[in-house]
């Protein structure tokens, strides 16, 4: 079984930044794709931003230019820069591990509150 431990969330005044680690307990090549999720108070679960094995990212509109995620394949750890904050970017941020040949592993959160 394949565990992803997110940290790195906390509180933060509206302009400041956090930056959120996922540690993962194999190899992260393996997976075709790792993604950072998020789900606000009262929303659905959204993708925030994803980084392919190959190094190619993908953004939501919404963090364009403030967010930027990252991968260490040596520690098996993803990171996610956030830059920016304001408080429609407050939720539970979840890592994902993802691969075509049908693993899809999940963290158990981390809490990030930005405040006005």
């Known amino acids: 079984q394949v565990q992803l431990v997110e940290s790195g969330g906390g509180l933060v005044q509206a302009g400041g930044s956090l930056r959120l680690s996922c540690a993962v307990s194999?190899?992260?090549?393996?997976?075709?794709?790792m993604r950072w999720y998020r789900q606000g108070p009262g929303k659905q679960r959204e993708s925030v931003e994803l980084?392919?094995?190959?190094?190619?990212?993908n953004y939501a509109e919404s963090v364009k230019g403030r967010f930027t995620i990252s991968r260490d394949n040596a520690k098996n750890t993803v990171y996610l820069q956030m830059n920016s904050l304001n408080p429609e970017d407050t939720g539970v941020y979840y890592c994902?591990?993802?691969?075509?040949?049908?693993?899809?592993?999940w963290g158990q959160g981390t809490q990030v509150t930005v405040s006005s």
């Open positions: 194999r190899s992260i090549f393996s997976f075709g794709v």
């Open positions: 994902n591990a993802w691969s075509p040949t049908g693993y899809d592993y």
């Open positions: 980084i392919a094995s190959g190094g190619s990212t």
